[in-house]
């Protein structure tokens, strides 16, 4: 659980920007995209597996 919490705290950390050139912030926005476009799919996903759920238990 606490392995969890770190990675979370990690993955959601705040950066000092301030020193981090143009082309680096406009790398990491193409990565942040790529990675928003994975985490709506997980969740489509996600909203899909528990739609046949709730129709499978709402009999």
């Known amino acids: ?5 770190r ?3 990690k993955y959601f950390q705040s950066r000092d ?4 050139s ?3 912030l406009q790398e ?3 990565e942040l995209e790529a990675e928003i ?3 709506r799919a997980v969740i ?4 899909s597996v528990r739609s046949a759920a709730d129709s499978i238990f709402s009999r």
């Not at 920007?17 to 981090?20: E, Q």
């Open 1 to 5: 659980m606490e392995d969890e919490e």
């Open 7 to 9: 990675a979370r705290e």
């Open 17 to 20: 920007l301030d020193d981090v």
């Open 22 to 24: 143009i082309e680096e």
């Open 28 to 30: 990491r926005i193409v």
């Open 37 to 39: 476009t994975t985490l």
């Open 44 to 47: 489509e996903k996600k909203h």
